[in-house]
C-alpha cells in the first residue's frame, strides 16, 4: 500500500486545524454618526456584491454571520445620506466589536444641471433596462422578516420568519415559489381578538416593486399616469451616483395615491431604493395594494382605518446585476369595533432583509404553503436561540420578553 508522505498529512492537519476559525465568523458592532456620534438606524452591512447581510437596528447595533468562503471579501457599510465604508473581512478578529463612524455624504449637482434631466425619460429607460440590469436567470434568495404590532406598551402581536424566496428571474413571467424554513408567531387574543395582521407568501413577492411592477400603483402603467415625477438631483446614494427623483399624486387624482422619492442609478439606470407612502387624500382609507392592506388576514366586525404609511424597499449589487435587499414598513391604524368596545390606534412596524442571495441555484423547490395562506399559522418551536444558526436584523426592543409578555395576556381569563 502506498503512503501518504509526511509534509502532505501536515499539510492537511494544518488546513483542518485553520479552517474551525473560519467554518462560519460572527460579527457584531455599532453604526454611529460621525458629527453628533448618534447611532445610525437602517445602515445596511453587507459582504460587498455577495448578497449576505444584515442592516442596523434603532440603537446602530448588528449581529452578521459570515460564510467561511467569504475571507478574501470585504465588508460593506453603507446608508442613506452618507458616505460608504469598506472593511477587509481578514482583518476583523473573532468576537471583536466593530464600531464604524459614518460621515454625511455632500455630493450632488447643481440646479443649473439638475433642469435638464426629464424624469419620465429617466424612468421609462430604467424599466426598459429592468431585463439587463437585475439577476434574470433563476436564483433563490434568503428573507428574515419581523412584524411587531403594538397600542401604546401593549403588544398585540409578534411574528418572525426565515424563509426562501425561487425566483426565476426579473422579466420572467413565472410565479415565485416559497420555502418556510423557521418560524415563530404570538398574538393578543385578549385585546386583538377580531384581528389579524400577517404575511402570506403573495404579500412577500409584491415587496420585491422590481421583480412585480403591475402591483406596484405608482410605476405600472396606470399608476405612471397618476403621477407627476421631478430629478431633484444626482446624489451619492451607498457609494453610487444616483437620479434623486421625487413623484406625487397629479391634480384631481386620489384613489391610490402616492409620494415619495426614489433613487436609479446614473450609469446602469437600475432602480436603486424607493421611499414612499400614501398620498394624504388616499390615506383615507386602506386600498388595495398598499402594504397594510396585503398584511390584513382577519378583520371580522372590526373597521380598520390607515392613518400613515411609509414603505422603504432598498436594492442590492450582486456580481454585477441587482437584486432586493430590504424592506420596511411603518403603519399606524386606527381599530373600532362597537360590540367589543375596542376604539384605539395600531402600530404597526415591519423589517423584511434578504440575508443571502444563491445565484447558483437552478434547481427549484416545492412550495408547501399556498400562495395565499397564512405564514402565520406555521409555527415552530424554539427558544431564545431561536435564531443563532440565521442572519437576521437585531430588534429595537426584547423580543423574547415580548413573547412571554403575550402568553401571559392570553392566560388571563
Not at 434603532?58 to 460608504?84: E, M
Not at 403588544?155 to 420568519?161: A, I
Not at 400614501?278 to 388595495?288: D, G, I, N, Q, R
Amino acid at each position: 500500500m502506498n503512503k501518504i508522505p509526511r509534509f502532505v498529512i501536515l499539510s492537511l492537519f494544518l488546513i483542518l486545524c485553520a479552517f474551525p476559525a473560519w467554518a462560519q465568523l460572527s460579527i457584531s458592532g455599532k453604526i454611529t454618526n460621525a458629527a453628533s456620534g448618534r447611532p445610525v438606524r437602517q445602515a445596511s452591512v453587507s459582504i460587498n456584491k455577495k448578497g449576505v447581510g444584515t442592516a442596523t437596528n434603532g440603537q446602530g447595533l448588528f449581529a452578521l454571520i459570515i460564510p467561511a468562503g467569504n475571507v478574501k471579501d470585504s465588508l460593506k457599510i453603507s446608508c442613506v445620506g452618507y458616505t460608504t465604508k469598506y472593511i477587509a473581512i481578514a482583518t476583523i478578529k473573532k468576537g471583536e466589536e466593530l464600531n464604524v463612524v459614518l460621515t454625511k455624504s455632500t455630493t450632488e449637482l447643481g440646479e443649473v444641471t439638475i433642469a435638464y434631466y426629464d424624469a419620465d425619460n429617466i424612468i421609462q429607460k430604467a424599466i426598459t433596462r429592468i431585463p439587463e440590469n437585475y439577476i434574470n436567470y433563476r436564483h433563490i434568495l434568503r428573507g428574515f422578516y419581523r412584524m411587531y404590532t403594538s397600542t401604546d406598551s401593549i403588544p398585540l402581536q409578534l411574528s418572525e420568519t426565515v424563509f426562501d424566496v425561487y425566483n426565476f428571474g426579473y422579466g420572467d413571467t413565472h410565479a415565485d415559489l416559497f420555502r418556510l424554513v423557521k418560524a415563530r408567531n404570538e398574538k393578543n387574543d385578549h385585546d386583538f381578538n377580531t384581528l389579524e395582521i400577517g404575511q402570506r407568501p403573495n404579500s412577500i413577492f409584491e415587496q420585491d416593486i422590481i421583480n412585480h411592477l403591475h402591483a406596484c400603483d405608482f410605476l405600472n402603467e396606470e399608476g405612471l399616469k397618476k403621477h407627476q415625477f421631478t430629478v431633484n438631483g444626482v446624489v451619492d446614494f451607498k457609494g453610487y451616483q444616483a437620479y434623486e427623483i421625487e413623484f406625487k399624486e397629479k391634480y384631481g387624482a386620489v384613489e391610490g395615491t402616492y409620494r415619495g422619492k426614489l433613487y436609479i442609478d446614473t450609469k446602469t439606470y437600475a432602480f436603486i431604493y424607493f421611499d414612499f407612502g400614501l398620498s394624504p387624500k388616499a390615506l383615507s382609507e386602506v386600498v388595495p395594494g398598499t402594504f397594510i392592506y396585503r398584511s390584513l388576514m382577519r378583520t371580522g366586525a372590526t373597521e380598520v382605518g390607515l392613518q400613515f404609511d411609509h414603505t422603504q424597499v432598498s436594492y442590492q449589487e450582486v456580481g454585477n446585476k441587482w437584486v432586493l435587499s430590504g424592506v420596511e414598513g411603518d403603519d399606524s391604524l386606527s381599530v373600532k369595533n362597537p360590540q367589543l368596545k375596542y376604539d384605539y390606534k395600531a402600530q404597526v412596524k415591519y423589517n423584511y432583509q434578504i440575508t443571502a442571495v444563491d445565484p447558483t441555484q437552478q434547481e427549484s423547490f416545492i412550495a408547501k404553503i399556498g400562495r395565499n395562506d397564512n405564514i402565520n399559522a406555521y409555527k415552530s418551536n424554539g427558544d431564545e436561540k431561536f435564531w443563532k444558526d440565521y442572519n437576521i436584523i437585531l430588534s429595537d426592543y426584547d423580543v423574547e420578553e415580548v413573547f412571554k409578555k403575550i402568553k401571559a395576556i392570553n392566560k388571563i381569563k
